[in-house]
């Protein structure tokens, strides 16, 4: 069994910053890509950053040169720096794994429980 689990979120005024931490465990044979993403009330969930096992990232325009996307893959961990922030930064956000299990061959999709971060203006 696999999970994700999160922590950081919560509450920041504009102009701050929060770290979002998400660490994969469980029956893991290999991780490969990583990410956030969010979704806020009445919208559909959007990526936020990714990132691939080589370090190579994608980010949403909308956050691009305020956040900062990072993995440890010896921890299998995955963290969000997210600098500048905005009201419009409010959102439940998700962390996101493809990790192949070591019980079957193929790489599977999965979600963290999710971490609310609160922005104020």
């Known amino acids: 069994q696999v999970q994700l689990v999160e922590s950081g979120g919560g509450l920041a005024q504009a102009g701050g910053s929060l770290r979002l931490s998400c660490a994969a465990s469980?029956?893991?044979?290999?991780?490969?890509?990583m990410g956030w993403y969010r979704q806020s009330p009445g919208k559909q969930r959007e990526l936020v950053a990714r990132?691939?096992?080589?370090?190579?990232?994608i980010y949403a325009d909308s956050v691009r040169g305020r956040f900062t996307i990072s993995r440890d893959n010896a921890k299998n961990t995955v963290d969000l720096q997210t600098n500048n922030l905005k009201p419009e930064d409010t959102a439940v956000y998700y962390c996101?794994?493809?990790?192949?299990?070591?019980?079957?061959?193929?790489?599977?999709?999965?979600w963290g429980q999710g971490t609310q971060v609160t922005v104020s203006s």
């Open positions: 990132i691939a096992t080589g370090g190579s990232t």
């Open positions: 469980g029956s893991i044979f290999r991780v490969n890509a």
């Open positions: 996101y794994a493809v990790i192949t299990p070591t019980t079957i061959t193929r790489a599977l999709e999965f």
